[in-house]
């Protein structure tokens, strides 16, 4: 397995992973899902891990869907395999214990798409193209799509790409809150930079157990994920964060977390 497909930066817990596959638009294929899932589990141990960044090289494309080319000639049950193989990862990256940000630059389909919604944030360059044209090639999304673009966008919006397979643009997607932000393709990188250090220059504590709160807490009834976030609330009284943090609004001066 090459470990180039995957480029890793990694700036005191800030970490940005860069897909680098630029001359097939960054597709996955299973030596990308493999090196990710690998880059993946390195990291999630990691407890001065603070932000993570995922992009792919290049301007034109973030990452242009699952590899047409590898997918063409399989079985079902090879299918199935590979499209477990990307859930597994893409999980992974989901529950990634700190903020990650998909830093969109041009094409965001299918697969990509997926991958963008594994992260809990996603920042696109004004001329980002999303969607889920997995139907014009006579399948379904197989990483997730069909799950996380309804729990993300709404069941209606989700229909509409996933029947359609239209495309849409970067305002189309900020519009129906597939992504959080568009940003000139010149200014997007100082833009996500930025971002990653206030996200990782926050409490890490508190940062995860609010990302904990909100993904474990959508899973469950409004009466449980208000108990987790009760018990979560608590927890964050247990470090030395919330003291820091309080002491220091009360002396007016910065956290030093
Ligand atoms: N896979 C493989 N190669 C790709 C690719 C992809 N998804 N997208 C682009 N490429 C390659 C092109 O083949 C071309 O390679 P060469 O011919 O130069 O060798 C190179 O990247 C540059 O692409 P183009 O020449 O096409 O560039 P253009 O600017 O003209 O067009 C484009 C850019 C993004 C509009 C076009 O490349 C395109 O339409 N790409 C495909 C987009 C797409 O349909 N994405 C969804 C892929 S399907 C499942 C598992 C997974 C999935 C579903 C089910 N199971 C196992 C159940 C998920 C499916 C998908 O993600």
Known sequence: MSEKLIDVIDNAGLVRLTINRPKALNALNSDV???????????????????????????????????????????????????????????????????????????????????????????????????????????????????????????????????????????EALRIGLVNRVMPQAELEDYVEELAKQLGGNGPQSVRAAKQAIHDGMDQDLDSALALENALFAFCFAGEEQSEGMSAFVEKRKPNF
Do not use: Y
Not at 48 to 62: H, Y
Not at 98 to 113: D, H, K, Q, R, S
């Open 33 to 171: 899902l493999a090196e990710l899932e690998h880059v993946l589990a390195d990291l999630e141990g990691r407890a001065d891990l603070r932000a993570m960044v995922i992009t792919g090289a290049g301007e034109k494309s973030f990452v242009a869907g699952a590899d047409i080319a590898e997918m063409r000639e399989k079985t079902p049950e090879q299918a199935r395999d590979f499209a477990r193989q990307a859930l597994d990862t893409f999980k992974r990256l989901e529950t990634l214990p700190v903020p990650t940000v998909a830093l969109v630059n041009g094409f965001c389909l299918g697969g990509g798409c997926e991958l963008a919604l594994a992260c809990d944030w996603a920042v696109a360059s004004d001329n980002a193209i999303f969607g889920q044209p997995e139907v014009l090639l006579g399948v379904i999304p197989g990483f997730g799509g069909t799950q996380r673009l309804p729990r993300r966008v709404g069941p209606a919006m989700a229909i509409d790409l996933c029947t359609t397979g239209r495309k849409i643009d970067a305002n």
